[in-house]
């Protein structure tokens, strides 16, 4: 099975909510839609479920096309990020009724909804109304709701975006885990690069409308192919720099300039866009080739066990994911230490150049 | 906390006059007090009525009740506003929950400009429309008729309805609607099945007001009906005029007529509550 968008794109009004996008999706893997707010998931998703219709391009299912079929006939499941149920009916009867209306008998049912909620660990809850439970346990139902459809896509639109930290977290390690066994496509939309990290499969990163790039999850960390997609598939933001390479120095900013080291010696002369991750930030010297840059350190945020550090650097914003606690002046001068290996090269126009060094080996 | 209830505990033993009781219940006391003059007055009989003044019946008579209850031209008119305005709700309802479902879900040219003006239609006097209704009415052979009464009271009834219940629809996500269609339910089962349970008390606060409006409504019922479905208000008129004034018969008949709008009231307060939380009502 195969879910296909060819050329598909949304226009509503003046706006182009989607911008021609085509993708392909695998029977039994796991996708995630990688963006952040307003840069299109929902609307995507709603395409792929056929709640919306494109303005352009079309929607094939198993080669089929599927473009304008209305959505009661398309075989979906969909969860939003808010819990919806039917507030009127048992959890036992919301998980029924997809099958119901497929007018299945009704021991294939009740065996179904026991396997499903049992998966789902809403055994208990069975016959409360969906009003009466936690979140947490809201969304298992609809979760469940989705899963013993047994469609072949399943679209999870932040599913876990409302939940407190904990449940969250121990849903996302579920989630994947039961996936597996269903075998269809599930589509799974998120604002969190951990999130896609942790799910894995496959990551479409999406940014204003458009899909920058779709590959396996790793790769897509990895090799991010522009900028943009290198921006949207990191927390916090990947750092930038504009450089211009002449010699075996890398000149920016206002005339300061360091070595180039590394894969960065190897670079033709020219101007480029530096980008290292902010947990790549370093306060003192860690490596011999380490390139040094001086900043201003504006603002300390420290969670705990770490310490995010926020820099001025000749206009560039900064921010740097540093181990422990540090109790830094603020205002002061800060040296921080970046080792090129870290470093990825984009062109100007922000397309990839050199990925960096650790990325490849990995 | 337990000091200051132990130094609480004696003042509250001393016969205090709270100030809140006072107001609250001289408050009630106007309020209830034509309500128990006019019980009073139908337990009475018409004399001790007229001769003396007394605060509770000194002959105790059930016997205007009784009047109204065994002389079909009295509990006709009950019956005739029943059928009426069961009529007019239903019909109301009817129209309006697609009516409101529209504007709660779809955006259309001009929706909302049409969901103002559906309420402009409250705002003119029932006594505008007696003459063109009664005219039509008659032209059209509905005069004297439950469904003519009904049908005019629709008028303002739906506008209300559709208000009243869009304010309800608009609370229910959207995405519940779009669940029930991924899920295979086509529209008509999902409205029956899921949306109108999540909202019931939307309906019934919207039953309540039609129900009310068309209960009360005197000018409309009159002009439209004569003798096959006269209302009780219209019964209760005509009576004054014709007969003099049987004060206990017409307290009697008061007193019934207040009831079923007592009832429907005691049944849907809590939901008309949440209509006021909605900001609708």
Known sequence: MTLVLDKVSKVVGRQTHIHPTSLELQNGTMNVLLGPTLSGKTSLMRLMAGLDKPSAGRILWNGADVTGQRVQDRAVAMVYQQFINYPSMSVYDNIASPLRLMGKGAAEIDAAVKKTADLMKLTPMLGRRPLELSGGQQQRCALARALVKNAGLVLLDEPLANLDYKLREELRVEIPKIFEEAGSIFVYATTEPEEALLLGGNTATLWEGRVTQFDRTPDVYRKPVDATTARVFSDPPMNFLPISKTGNRLLFGDGQSVAAAGALNELSDGRYLAGFRPNHVEVKQHTPEAMKFVATLNVTEITGSETFIHLDHHGETWVGLIHGVHDLALGAPLEVWLDPSHVYIFAEDGSLVVPAAYAMAA | ?281
Request: hydrophobic share 55%.
């Open chain 2, 1 to 281: 906390m337990s000091d200051a209830v132990m130094t609480r505990a004696p003042a509250r033993s001393l016969p205090r006059i709270k100030g809140s009781a006072v107001v609250m219940t001289a408050y009630i006391v106007f309020l209830l007090l034509p309500i128990y003059w006019l019980l009073n007055m139908s337990l009475k009989t018409n004399q001790e009525i007229l001769s003396t003044f007394s605060l509770w019946p000194q002959e105790f008579t059930l016997a205007n009740y009784l009047t109204i209850l065994t002389d079909s031209s009295w509990y006709m008119g009950y019956v005739n506003s029943l059928i009426y305005v069961v009529i007019n709700t239903v019909i109301s309802i009817t129209v309006a929950l697609p009516a409101a479902y529209a504007f709660s879900r779809y955006s259309f040219m001009g929706d909302k400009h049409l969901f103002f003006w559906l309420l402009t239609n409250r705002m003119a006097p029932p006594a505008v429309f007696a003459l063109p209704f009664f005219q039509l009415y008659s032209s059209v052979g509905l005069f004297d008729t439950h469904i003519a009464v009904a049908l005019a009271h629709c008028l303002f009834n739906v506008p209300l309805a559709v208000w009243i219940l869009e304010g309800f629809m608009r609370g229910v996500p959207k995405e519940i609607d779009e669940t029930a269609y991924i899920d295979g339910y086509s529209f008509g089962r999902f409205f029956t099945r899921i949306f109108m349970p999540l909202i019931a008390s939307g309906i019934g606060v919207t039953a309540f007001f039609c129900f009310m409006f068309s209960w009360v409504e005197l000018l409309l019922s009159r002009t439209l009906t004569s003798v096959n479905a006269k209302p009780i208000a219209a019964t209760m008129t005509r009576t004054v005029s014709a007969s003099g004034m049987d004060w206990g018969v017409l307290a009697a008949a008061g007193i019934l007529t207040i009831v079923p709008g007592a009832l429907v009231i005691y049944f849907v307060r809590n939901y008309i509550a949440k209509g006021f939380a909605l900001g609708r009502v």
